[in-house]
């Protein structure tokens, strides 16, 4: 048995999951991803970004896994079960008095979806972070949210989920961590940390969140 804590959305999408093999899409020794109805979960070691769709362990290393499936609800590397042992919030802190500026364009979005290389291209990463602070704010975007799921197709299965979790109001610790610092003496530190996140991974969400915080007026404006 492997224990790992989880977000709320990946328990509730474990446990209704049918029994099953399951997809292993990318395996690494800090991070191993696998397909769960077309949705991407992640298992992570403790040096892996905490990414959203994640069930987190404690483990410097992860183990090289043959296979992995569902039963019962929980997901199994090979034989070893990952039993939740607590849930982990992940959702955006709240970010009030604002309301909405400039909605992206649909060329503008077609334009980010599936742009950049790796498993989460740079402009889904801008998207996420542009999409995550307008649910910061309480701000819906409809038309932005229908043109990126009409284009998922064209990224990969774990930038897709990642962009479906954004639009969840759900982020990485940095990204959460960030939004809380906003005009206070921490934001540089908290913005420098955000970026520093994976490759590229952390600026693109550090720009597509600044992008979002300059069109969003605040309500005295």
Known sequence: MIPVSAPPRVRTRLRSAPDG??????????????????W?????????????C??????????????AGIRGGVLHLDDAPLSIGRLVDVSVP???????????????????VGRGDGLTPYGDD????????????????PAVDATVRSLLSRTTLLSATLLDCAMHGEVIPEFAAFLAALDTPDEAAR?????????????????????????LRTEAA
């Open 21 to 38: 093999p399951v997809q292993v899409v990318h395996h690494g020794p800090d991070a191993i991803y696998v397909d769960v109805g077309g």
């Open 126 to 141: 801008m998207l996420c972070g542009w999409l995550a602070v307008h649910r910061a704010a309480g701000v819906e975007t």
């Open 94 to 112: 709240s970010l009030p008095g604002r309301r909405l500026g400039a909605e992206l364009a649909d060329a503008e979005v077609e334009g980010l």
């Open 54 to 67: 994640g069930l987190r362990t404690s483990l410097g290393t992860l183990p090289t896994v043959a296979g």
């Open 191 to 215: 913005a420098e940390a955000l970026a520093a996140v994976g490759h590229t991974s952390g600026r693109g969400l550090l720009e597509g969140a600044r992008t979002a915080l300059d069109s």
């Open 40 to 52: 991407c979960v992640g298992v992570l070691g403790f040096r892996a970004t905490a990414v959203p």
